[in-house]
């Protein structure tokens, strides 16, 4: 190991031993700073990374410090940090105590840097069933709801049937290829036209567990249970981190085989179209606001593989933007939520009229939120479905981005319907809702300015996002 | 001899997982599964990969199975009302693809000359070499992992 190893390694050193100090900590002040701790942390990382140019890849260690992973651990980092400063709060009023939560979100965190450094699968696959390990305790954390430890156990039992997948169609694919170098093996799974069969195959098993881990349909059905039963900063960061991990592996993974993407292009043009059709359609019949959240988010997942699946440039530059609106606004949303949630639970749509109007603050970011999920200037929303689209059209996917179109149109019924509660009609006999915090309200505000930003500035971003797309 | 060896093998793995799977006795499953462990370890030696085969053995139907079966009994799960000697129909098919396992492997050690070495057979030495080496960051990833494995069993099996 030489110096240049561990320069490539540091923000993997600097979070694994946050989570061991902030576990430390635990044995001598019980529960408390742990939060703080894992701010400083995270933010520790964050600067890291933005002050160390991209190094070469380290072969020994099989993790490369390219600009795609530094790009990346900017955005787990920052989603952390939010995920940590709006569960803050909610945890003291749910009575969610102990270091271990925050231990937790840093692992998780862990293990989405681990994947977005990896430059082999086996990395790759560590640190995608790091990040999930960590969501299974999260989504179970809170013992005081049968809810939470019932989602856990749907969420682990799918879950060990994802990595049991992707474990095995790593395997053929290394039977395949016999190297487990992400770029190499990705190059001869179709090199010169023609498909190695055992690597489709492994291609194959590989998709459905990546699928899961997206919640692109088929293999949705955990996403709702899940969403609806967790504690939600913890949905929050699930929804947001564990999709974005999900799409960075397809993204060190797609671009690596070339024209060879062609080969994957009917199984994503299916995951895409069912999810789009399905998810909006299914959000439009739920009353619980989670529930809703959750088919939400399976229909932009759908949006996000239809850029994925024109292999072009333009399309993996419109995912990566996707990605950072995409978590922007959901930890909005589910931001929001959970800072209005104090001894009532507030879950049903029907409980969020007139919130607009008690809770200014929460009910705005709500609405903004919304407003961007549906796609509406001058918000983020808009500027990412735009460039999903364009790049669509461009892939000579004009059927598919018909589609998308439409039920992206669908979706503004069922979006708009919130902000309608929240504000057009007066509140009666409304549930108390909570009032937010310090901690959360610098969370929401951060977050709603960057759905605000990007949506009337994206020109910095989009030319980052460019240059970190070899 | 060897591919015969190899498909008999093969269906001992397959027919003692899927009984495995189907088996509602806990404890049953859990034999049929180490079953299935021993018979792949086989197959690991006839490949010529000795030291897998015995990882095989050691830890899966070893340390793993050994701790399945302690943790069931210890809970319970298994049905107590049932507690009586297992009938002969009951481990018959285990017996049957136990004995299979030990005869392919005896036949393999006897009547096989010792499988002809390759020029430089993988030593315990290069394994670990490979395995610390070029991925020891993994290594290291796996214990963060069973770090937490135990972090979260400890918060959520505590009493509240």
Redesign the interface.
């Known amino acids: 190991m030489i110096s240049a190893d561990i320069w490539a ?1 540091m923000p ?1 050193i600097i979070i ?1 031993a946050g ?1 061991i100090f902030v ?1 430390l900590l635990g044995a001598f002040v019980p529960g408390r700073h742990g939060t703080i701790t894992g701010v400083i942390l995270l933010l520790a990382s964050a600067l890291w990374t933005l002050r160390t140019p991209p190094l070469p890849v380290a072969p ?4 490369a410090f390219t600009p795609f992973a530094r790009f990346f651990i900017l955005l787990f980092s920052l989603t952390a940090l939010i995920t940590l400063l709006l569960s803050h709060d909610y945890n003291k009023r749910r009575g969610i105590h ?1 270091e ?1 939560y925050p ?2 979100v840093l ?1 998780a965190t ?1 293990g989405m840097v ?1 994947l977005a450094t990896s430059a082999n699968l ?2 790759l696959f ?2 995608l ?2 990040l999930t ?2 969501f ?2 999260l989504t ?2 809170d ?2 709801s049968p809810d939470s430890t019932e989602a ?1 156990l749907k969420y682990l039992l799918q879950g060990a049937v994802s990595a049991a997948l992707i474990a095995f169609g790593i395997a053929l694919l290394y039977a395949g290829v016999g190297t487990l170098e992400i770029n190499a093996a990705m190059k001869s799974v179709a090199s010169g036209g023609k498909t190695v069969p055992v690597a489709y195959a492994g291609w194959g098993f590989l998709l459905m567990g990546l699928a899961f881990k997206v919640s692109l349909v088929p293999a949705h059905l955990w996403t709702p249970d899940v969403y609806q039963g967790a504690p939600t900063p913890v949905v929050a960061f699930l929804s947001t981190g564990s999709k974005a991990a999900g799409f960075a592996a397809l993204l060190l993974l797609l671009p690596a085989m070339g024209s060879g993407i062609s080969m994957l292009h009917t199984p994503l043009c299916c995951l895409s179209l069912f999810s789009m059709v399905l998810g909006n359609l299914a959000a439009l019949r739920q009353q619980n606001l989670k529930r809703m959240l959750a088919y939400s988010s399976i229909a932009q997942m759908g949006y996000l593989t239809l850029a994925l699946l024109t292999g072009i440039r333009e399309g993996f530059a419109a995912v990566i933007l996707y990605v950072v609106i995409y978590t922007a606004m959901n930890l909005s949303a589910f931001g929001a939520i959970s800072s209005l949630t104090g001894e009532n639970r507030l879950e049903d749509v029907e409980d969020f009229r007139g919130v607009g109007f008690s809770r200014p603050l929460q009910g705005g970011v709500l609405a903004l939120s919304m407003f961007a999920l549906a796609g509406i200037p001058p918000t983020a929303g808009f500027i990412g479905k735009f460039a999903i689209f364009a790049a669509a059209l461009k892939g000579n996917e004009l059927p598919l981005a018909v589609i998308g179109i439409i039920t992206a149109l669908i979706s503004v019924y069922y979006y708009l319907r919130v902000v309608a509660l929240l504000y057009m009609q007066p509140a009666d006999g409304e549930k108390l809702s909570n009032q937010a915090t310090v901690s959360e309200m610098i969370a929401l505000c951060a977050t709603s300015a960057v759905i605000l930003l990007l949506g009337v500035y994206p020109g910095p971003l989009l030319e980052l996002i460019d240059s970190i797309l070899r | 001899m060897e591919q015969v060896v190899f498909y008999i093998l093969a269906a001992v793995v397959l027919i003692a997982t899927l009984f495995s799977i189907t088996e509602k006795h806990a404890v049953h499953a859990i034999i049929y599964l180490a079953t299935s462990f021993f018979a792949l370890a086989v197959i690991f030696y006839l490949l010529n990969a000795p030291l897998v085969a015995v990882f095989e053995v050691i830890i899966y139907a070893g340390a793993i199975m050994v701790l399945f079966l302690f943790v069931i009994m210890m809970l319970e799960l298994g049905h107590p009302e049932k507690i009586l000697l297992p009938g002969v129909r009951d481990w018959a098919p285990a017996l049957l693809l136990g004995v299979v396992t030990l005869a392919a492997f005896i036949l393999l050690v006897l009547h096989h000359p010792p499988p002809a070495l390759p020029a430089n057979p993988v030593k315990i030495r290069d394994f670990a070499t490979v395995l610390f ?6 290594v ?3 214990s ?2 069973l770090l ?2 135990l ?2 069993a ?3 099996g505590r009493r ?1």
Do not use: D, H
Request: hydrophobic share 55%; net charge positive.
């Open positions: 390694s993997l694994a989570i576990l020994l260690l099989g993790i102990g271990e231990a937790t692992f862990f681990v086996l990395n560590l640190g069933e790091g390990f960590a299974y305790i179970a954390i013992r005081n856990g | 080496r070029k991925y020891g960051v993994a290291e990833i796996v963060m992992q937490f494995a972090v979260g400890l918060y959520l509240k």
